[in-house]
């Protein structure tokens, strides 16, 4: 099973700065099957990037996925208010699909 | 758009079976995969398994022993069956069109207790 561990556990900024997360995983996601999630209390989860790199429909262009092997980064370039939340990274390269510990964005 | 819709008890007795069903609307069953995810109170999210709309499933090895995922595509509904349940299956259990799981239902609260 591959784990998945991001960091920072929690990331706080002030709106208009830039958020980088990271997500590294134990060992090479297949084909960059890497998928970023955005988390709000009481929602379910959002699909933001898929394929390490891939924004999903209707995300803003201030959210970019790269990487590959087992190093991912999800970079937002500008924060604003409604970005503030908590954000999973999941793999889907091997029969067992998972799910980082997850990464909150903090208002500072 | 597709629409998913989880349903089931919203409490479940220790040791018993937790059943949901998930259906799916505003599209077919057909030609994707079907997911089940958990998240208990307070934590991180935990992938269960999927089924293709063929049948063929794949379950969280940490699972596996108590999880049955099937399919019904004349009603356009998966379903979960987890067996044996503690309180630590307790969560919101949510289902999702996968791998990348880019439609999402609401989700279901199961509490599992006496």
């Known amino acids: 099973e591959i784990v998945l561990t991001q960091s920072p556990g929690t990331l706080s900024l002030s709106p208009g700065e830039r958020a980088t997360l990271s997500c590294r995983a134990s060992?090479?996601?297949?084909?960059?099957?890497l998928a970023w999630y955005q988390q709000k209390p009481g929602q379910a989860p959002r699909l933001l990037i898929y394929?390490?790199?891939s924004r999903a429909t209707g995300i803003p262009d201030r959210f970019s996925g790269s990487g590959s092997g087992t190093d991912f980064t999800l970079t937002i370039s500008r924060l604003e208010p409604e970005d503030f939340a908590v954000y999973y990274c999941?793999?889907?390269?091997?029969?067992?699909?998972?799910f980082g510990q997850g990464t909150k964005v903090e208002i500072k | 758009q597709v629409q998913l819709q989880e349903s089931g008890p919203g409490l479940v007795k220790p040791s018993e079976t937790l059943s949901l069903t998930c259906t799916v609307s505003?599209?077919?069953?057909?030609?994707?995969?079907w997911s089940w995810i958990r998240q208990p109170p307070g934590k991180g999210l935990e992938w269960i398994g999927y089924?293709?709309?063929?049948?063929?499933?794949n379950y969280n090895p940490s699972l596996k022993s108590r999880v049955t995922i099937s399919v019904d595509t004349s009603k356009n509904q998966f379903s979960l069956k987890l067996s044996s349940v503690t309180a630590a299956d307790t969560a919101v259990y949510y289902c999702?069109?996968?791998?990348?799981?880019?439609?999402w239902g609401k989700g279901t609260t199961v509490t599992v207790s006496s």
């Open positions: 060992q090479s996601v297949s084909s960059s099957y």
């Open positions: 505003g599209g077919s069953i057909s030609s994707y995969y």
């Open positions: 394929g390490a790199s």
């Open positions: 999702a069109r996968g791998p990348e799981m880019d439609v």
């Open positions: 999941q793999q889907y390269g091997s029969s067992s699909w998972t």
């Open positions: 089924i293709y709309y063929s049948g063929s499933t």
